[in-house]
T-cell receptor
C-alpha cells in the first residue's frame, strides 16, 4: 500500500515556466511534509517543508500548497531554470514513532531552454 | 563541516557474498536512518538507530539484513548472502534527533550491484 502518491512521474517545462508536482497521502497521522530534491548520483536534499497548520509556504521560487481536507499538497517552482532539472520527492512523517520519512515515487523534472 | 559520508560509493558483489555499507553521520548528529531506493522508486525506510541502539527496524527484511551504530565509528548496514533483488541504492541520513520536524540530511548513497 503506497501511503504517499506522487504525480506526474516525469515533467518537462520550458525555462521560465511553472513546474507543478502533486502529492496525496492517506494516513491522517502524517503531520510534516517535506520536499526533497535529488540530482543524479547524489543523495536527496531538503528543499522546503510544511506542517498542516498552514495552507502555503514560500521560499524563493519554491512554494508548497497544502489542502488538509483533501489530503493533498503540491510543489510549485516558479520561473523554472535548467538548474532545477532533478528528481523531486514529496515525503511525510508523523510526530509519533521514529520520525521515518515516507516518500512518494518521485518526479523527474526537465527544464528545457 | 563535512556532511553525511557513505562508503563505498559503489559496491559489486556476487550472489551469496556479504555486503557492508558504512555511514558516518554529520558532526553532532547521533541519529541515523537507512533507506533503500530501487530503480524508478522512492526511498523506503529500513531502520532507525541511535548510538548503540536500534530504535525501529520495521522496514528491514527479517533475514540477511542487520544494522548497527556502535559507540565509536560509523553505522554499518550489513547484507548477508546477497541476491540480485538486493541491487539498489542505499542511503543513510542523519539528524540531531530533536523531533519529527528535524531535518534528515542524506549521504550520497552506496550503489550496490549484485551479479
Amino acid at each position: 500500500q503506497q501511503q504517499v502518491k506522487q504525480s506526474p512521474q516525469s515533467l518537462i517545462v520550458q525555462k521560465g515556466g511553472i513546474s507543478i508536482i502533486n502529492c496525496a497521502y492517506e494516513n491522517t497521522a502524517f503531520d510534516y511534509f517535506p520536499w526533497y530534491q535529488q540530482f543524479p548520483g547524489k543523495g536527496p536534499a531538503l528543499l522546503i517543508a510544511i506542517r498542516p497548520d498552514v495552507s502555503e509556504k514560500k521560499e524563493g521560487r519554491f512554494t508548497i500548497s497544502f489542502n488538509k481536507s483533501a489530503k493533498q499538497f503540491s510543489l510549485h517552482i516558479m520561473d523554472s531554470q535548467p538548474g532545477d532539472s532533478a528528481t523531486y520527492f514529496c515525503a511525510a512523517s508523523m510526530r509519533a514513532g521514529s520520525y521515518q520519512l515516507t516518500f512518494g515515487k518521485g518526479t523527474k523534472l526537465s527544464v528545457i531552454p | 563541516n563535512a556532511g553525511v559520508m557513505q562508503n563505498p560509493r559503489h559496491l559489486v558483489r556476487r550472489r551469496g557474498q556479504e555486503a557492508r555499507l558504512r555511514c558516518s553521520p554529520m558532526k553532532g548528529h547521533s541519529h541515523v536512518y537507512w533507506y533503500r531506493q530501487l530503480p524508478e522508486e522512492g526511498l523506503k525506510f529500513m531502520v532507525y538507530l541511535q548510538k548503540e541502539n536500534i530504535i525501529d527496524e520495521s522496514g528491514m527484511p527479517k533475514e540477511r539484513f542487520s544494522a548497527e551504530f556502535p559507540k565509536e565509528g560509523p553505522s554499518i548496514l550489513r547484507i548477508q548472502q546477497v541476491v540480485r533483488g538486493d541491487s539498489a541504492a542505499y542511503f543513510c541520513a542523519s539528524s540531531q534527533g530533536f523531533g519529527y520536524t528535524d531535518t534528515q540530511y542524506f549521504g550520497p548513497g552506496t550503489r550496490l550491484t549484485v551479479l
